[in-house]
């Protein structure tokens, strides 16, 4: 039995009184492609943000390769391999590709205190590098961002977190707002992830994008997991009728 | 040639550069040639440090998503903080960086207010403008001070040499805006400032500390302040406290004319420069124009509207326009 990439452990958070999740167990081995369900308000995104670094559970640990982690920031998340990708999309529209794939990691040529000139010639060869690696071409490294259609720009996104060696990818209702061909690219995207040795995490509401793309299915319900079956076993039937 | 029009519209300073340049043609017509003449452009070029480096402060504050309007009274209370230090005894150098202490902790208490509170800068620093300027008045018990006819001027205002075209103001501006210019575009710092004003949510989400930055900011926009203001007062000679009176207004129209957005994340060192020589070569070519100054106002504001649309509209045309087929 290999080491579970993510295990975490009894995770409890409460929002103001609001129980958004109870005691939270989930165990994510390498290379799978997992799909979390659920409704509004089902806990999804609470145990995402956690698993990001942008809230801090109330109880419960959270265990990356067998070790224990505090994930007080979305920098720690990122530096222990957990990279999320937001429906807002977290790319700057107003910044070049190049700029948008280094945002908070550029590259150095001189620092001091963490400060210092950026290494531009190897930002633009390396995100050429990157988009490539996913199938994804673009024009150039220094078109911006907001020209980008939205599945081009989770292409970007993804790119960005491959590049930066992240184990596993979060990927929060990436597919909200595309259109139906891009959306087609973004599932493309995240069956690709395991060819590149990663693990995903797949949210979303629309049933079809996830059993298209994952091997494993995770609903939440009224903050627990209320089932976990690989999708080969399952059907979209049995998934719905249980939400 | 598509290429390059592309490059030409996704850059509106260079708008506002061949309007400088049309601008410059019709009142040298206008004023008989006095507009271009040396002593004309030398007076014009001892006045364009101080409100550049505001327009410099406003629109890196701008780009990273924020906004101040209390520089026009920072810009007078520096000079009179120092002022009231040197009347105590405190040497030259001392009361200068105390000076712009004070400044860059108007600044800090600026973006601390703004961020903590999450109220909008546009509120924070028009409390600030009140604030400050009625510290100017009240610390100057109503008389300007005078000032020791000792001081350095020879490192800030004086003619670079005898005849000279340019004041040592001049080789501070062009200093500190290549510095500037230098960090926005070189630095990761200037990447954070950006992405923080371009899409502050993406920013954090990749771990940037955005609030930090934005504080950075917001003191840097008022040291600059009160560094201009300190020009004007040692090239006066006199710290009056109703200097940058509207100031804060005609730097946001600088750095809007130069093509920053007010929306944050767009902007350059280079475009507020260019904002500013436009206005001051509106203001210097009517009075040569023998046109009455009462228009400057009008002029300024009608190009402050035609500047954002046209940068819109530039914009929306770029990105029509697509150099090479997508694969």
């Known amino acids: 039995m290999t080491t579970p990439v993510i295990e975490c452990r009894n995770l409890q958070k409460w929002y103001s009184g609001v129980h958004a999740l109870k005691s939270v167990n989930l165990t994510i081995h390498p290379g799978e492609t997992v799909g979390l369900v659920g409704d509004n308000g089902a806990g999804k995104s609470t145990l995402i943000k956690i698993l990001s670094g942008v809230h801090h559970q109330d109880s419960g640990e959270v265990l990356i390769e067998g070790r224990k982690v505090e994930l007080r920031s979305p920098k720690d998340a990122m530096r222990h391999g957990l990279e999320t990708i937001y429906q807002y999309n977290s790319m700057v529209p107003t910044m070049s590709i190049a700029r948008n794939l280094f945002i908070g990691r550029e590259p150095m040529k001189w620092s001091l205190f963490g400060i210092g000139i950026m290494d531009q010639k190897r930002m633009r060869a390396e995100s050429v590098q990157a988009i490539a690696d996913v199938d994804l071409h673009l024009r150039s490294p220094d078109a911006l961002v907001g020209e980008l259609s939205g599945g081009q720009r989770q292409g970007v996104a993804i790119a960005r977190a491959m590049h930066f060696k992240s184990k596993v990818l979060i990927l929060d209702e990436p597919t909200n707002h595309l259109s139906v061909k891009e959306t087609d690219k973004v599932i493309g995207f995240v069956r690709g992830l395991k060819a590149q040795g990663l693990t995903g995490i797949f949210i979303s509401h629309n049933m079809q994008h996830v059993f298209q793309s994952c091997d494993r299915i995770v609903a939440m319900a009224r903050g627990e997991i209320v089932f976990d079956k690989p999708t080969s076993e399952t059907s979209i039937d049995e998934v719905h009728a249980l939400l | ?327």
């Open chain 2, 1 to 327: 040639m598509k290429r390059f029009l592309k490059i030409y519209l996704d850059k509106p300073e260079l708008a506002g550069l061949a309007l400088l340049i049309v601008l410059l043609a019709v009142f040298q017509v206008k004023s008989n040639g006095i507009l271009l003449s040396f002593e004309n452009v030398r007076g014009v070029m001892g006045l364009l440090p101080e409100m550049a480096l505001v327009a410099i402060g406003v629109t890196i504050l701008m780009i990273c998503g924020e906004f101040d309007l209390s520089v026009g009274s920072v810009f007078a209370l520096m000079p009179m903080s120092m002022a009231v230090m040197l009347n105590g005894g405190v040497p030259f150098t001392g009361a200068v960086l105390l000076g712009l202490l004070v400044c860059a902790v108007i600044g800090f208490i600026n973006g601390y207010v703004t961020l903590q509170f999450a109220i909008p800068s546009f509120i924070t620093t028009l409390g600030m403008l009140f604030i400050a300027r009625s510290l100017t008045i009240v610390i100057s018990g109503g008389f300007p001070p005078l000032l020791p006819s000792d001081l350095p001027t020879w490192l800030f205002t004086d003619y670079i040499w005898q005849g000279a075209l340019f004041r040592m103001s001049f080789v501070w501006f062009v200093g500190i805006a290549a510095l500037v210019g230098a960090m926005l575009s070189l630095t990761n710092f200037g990447n954070w400032i950006r992405a923080a004003g371009g899409f502050n949510e993406a920013a954090a989400s990749m771990g940037i500390p955005v609030k930090r930055v934005k504080i950075a900011c917001f003191m840097l926009c008022s040291v600059l302040a009160g560094f201009a203001g300190l020009l004007q007062v040692l090239r006066l000679g006199s710290p009056l406290p109703s200097i940058g009176e509207g100031l804060e207004l005609q730097a946001v129209a600088a750095a809007v004319i130069g093509g920053t957005a007010l929306a944050g994340g767009i902007g350059t060192v280079f475009g507020a420069i260019i904002g500013t020589l436009l206005i001051r070569t509106i203001d210097n070519g009517l009075v040569l124009s023998r046109v009455d100054a009462n228009w400057f106002k009008f002029a300024i504001g009608v190009l402050t509207m035609f500047a954002v649309i046209a940068n819109a509209w530039m914009g929306k045309l770029s990105r029509k326009i697509k150099v090479e087929a997508h694969k």
